[in-house]
């Protein structure tokens, strides 16, 4: 017998709405005794099919959808399917770059899971109950749907806490995996640390930005903030930048992004790689009068969660205040937020008060999104995690 979650009155509209996740506070009763990230029916109160998912007793998200369709049967040969459907998604992507992600959870209807590809090297993330039950099945079809051998798994994030989960690190299969895995993207090379960088070991989703930033970086002056392994400013140099600052508070990454640039043989521009507090290191900037023609703010998640969201737009308002009275007439200002509790709306009006307080014209010339290996879900708005907005400042001053 199938184990059963029953929902409560009304807590079903949001699966007829096709939205993937049941809350705990969602359920009415359990039926049978699923153990974790088993396979679920979900019905609504009047008894009526709504989905197959994966049971979480530990998570506030008591169950992640499978699918919505009542003849389904999740078993490997459907998870085969559904990777290789997401796959063949990302095949004309090979053409810019060997660094893709190949799953996108939700998106591609594997809640929990996230697979990158770098170069022959999988690395995979299993961060929900349901794809750690599935995780050989889920391996094995990797591995067949891509024809490659050599996979990794970084299972480490947070997320892994919130579904009563430990962590896992470590190669799955093939050969163990450098810190120093060579990637190109759009011409330029970079290294990647599979096992201790952050994420999988590179910001995939990054990859249209750092290319318009290549496209305009040409005779700037480019600052770029919590450049980590400095992406940006590898594809502002490569763009023909005229100089580049860069700060971030690690020294290992600033080390690696020096070693990337001379990688690269990229243009001898003046460039600076300085480790220092991003916040403090702004303030000292403006106190030296300085003016950049091209900024970049990448910070990391100021907002892991909806508690943290007025802490965290104190300190977007913050860091973008700075940049706008930083950047040149004329110049123009990258600005992301990777904080899934703040949206897009949220986003732009921080930013909108930033320009306020700052006292400058700028215009938003467009916002800026992760790539299309990074698809959102219409009807799971909290996929889109990755959020920025490109504006220029007016150049009459």
């Known amino acids: 017998m199938v184990d059963t979650v029953t929902l409560k009155p009304g807590k079903e509209r949001s699966l007829l709405r096709r939205h993937p996740w049941v809350y705990a506070g969602g359920v009415a009763r359990v039926q049978g005794n699923p153990y974790v990230g088993d396979t679920v029916r979900v019905l609504g109160a009047d008894g009526r099919f709504l989905g197959w998912g994966a049971f979480s007793p530990d998570s506030a998200i008591r169950v992640r959808v499978w699918s919505f369709d009542e003849t389904d049967r999740i078993d490997a040969g459907w998870f085969a399917a559904r990777i290789r459907r997401a796959v063949a998604a990302r095949a004309p992507l090979a053409a810019d770059t060997d660094a893709v992600r190949l799953v996108f959870g939700e998106a591609d209807g594997l809640p929990g899971l996230v697979v990158d590809r770098y170069g022959d090297q999988l690395v995979m993330q299993l961060m929900a109950a349901g794809v750690e039950r599935w995780r050989h099945d889920i391996a094995a079809a990797l591995l067949a749907v891509t024809g490659l051998s050599d996979l990794h798994e970084r299972s480490d994030a947070a997320a892994r806490e919130r579904e009563g989960l430990p962590p896992r690190e470590g190669t799955v299969a093939g050969r163990p995996v450098g810190d120093r895995l060579p990637v190109t993207e759009h011409g330029v090379r970079y290294l990647v640390d599979v096992p201790g960088g952050h994420k999988t070991g590179f910001y995939i989703d990054q990859r249209d930005n750092r290319r318009e930033v290549a496209r305009r970086a040409a005779g700037r002056a480019v600052l770029n903030c919590f450049c980590y392994t400095g992406g940006f400013t ?10 580049a600052l860069s700060i971030d508070s690690s020294g290992p990454a600033l080390a690696r992004a020096a ?18 507090d991003v916040f403090e290191a702004l303030k000292a900037l403006l106190a030296q009068g300085r003016r950049f023609d091209l900024i970049v703010l990448d910070p990391p998640k100021f907002a892991p969660s909806a508690h943290h969201v007025e802490r965290a737009a104190r ?27 703040i949206d897009v709306d949220l986003f732009q009006k921080i930013v909108a008060g930033a320009v306020i307080d700052a006292g400058v014209d700028a215009q938003l010339l467009r916002r800026l999104q992760a790539g299309e290996d990074h698809p959102m879900l219409m009807t799971h708005p909290e996929g889109e995690y990755l959020k920025g907005l490109l504006l220029a400042r007016s150049s009459a001053g």
């Open 315 to 341: 300190a977007y308002k913050e860091i973008n205040l700075k940049a706008l009275r930083l950047l040149a007439p004329g110049g123009l200002l990258f600005t992301f937020s990777c904080s899934g509790a």
């Open 234 to 243: 590898l594809a502002a140099l490569a763009g023909g930048a005229s100089s």
């Open 259 to 276: 070693e990337q640039q001379a990688l690269n043989a990229l243009p001898a521009a003046p460039c600076e790689w300085r480790e220092a």
